[in-house]
């Protein structure tokens, strides 16, 4: 399925949970969450062929696995965090919204710094041992 298809898909059942939503709000709303898991579910074979591209790029860099991963993790937590806190906002929650975004931004500062220590570590090696050759 291309993503012209699922975008396709998306808008039709936005529509249908809209106007769903003006007889029956609460079937409505089931109405769009349920679209959201079927786009969700057509999304992974994007997701795979990401990973896969992801993947080749790190062994042409010369970049490890970890570092590949590092980036699968901030890009999944940025997305989930992303879709989470619209979800909060359709339901009427904006504060609860925000609460998951700042939380979302709290996790990506606490996964960078274990490769913001590493960065540091080799500054650190660099300038000791840039001084010593001197």
């Not at 699922?6 to 059942?13: E, L, M, N």
């Not at 809209?18 to 609460?26: I, L, N």
């Not at 994007?46 to 860099?61: C, D, I, T, W």
């Not at 540091?120 to 660099?126: K, P």
Request: neutral net charge; contains cysteine; aromatic residues 4%.
């Amino acid at each position: 399925m291309s993503i012209h298809s699922i975008i396709c898909f998306a808008s039709a059942a936005a529509l249908a949970a809209m106007c769903v939503r003006s007889f029956d709000e609460r079937i409505g709303r089931q109405t769009a969450l349920s679209a959201l898991a079927a786009v969700l579910f057509l999304l992974l074979p994007f997701l795979s062929k990401a990973v896969e591209a992801l993947s080749e790029l790190s062994e042409l860099g010369g970049l490890g696995a970890d570092t590949v991963g590092f980036v699968l993790r901030a890009a999944g937590t940025a997305c989930l965090t992303g879709l989470a806190a619209s979800i909060c906002r359709d339901a009427g929650e904006s504060a609860l919204g925000e609460t998951v975004q700042l939380a979302g931004r709290l996790m990506l500062v606490l996964m960078t710094l274990p490769i913001l220590k590493r960065l540091v570590q080799m500054l650190i090696e660099l300038i000791e041992n840039g001084f010593m050759q001197r």
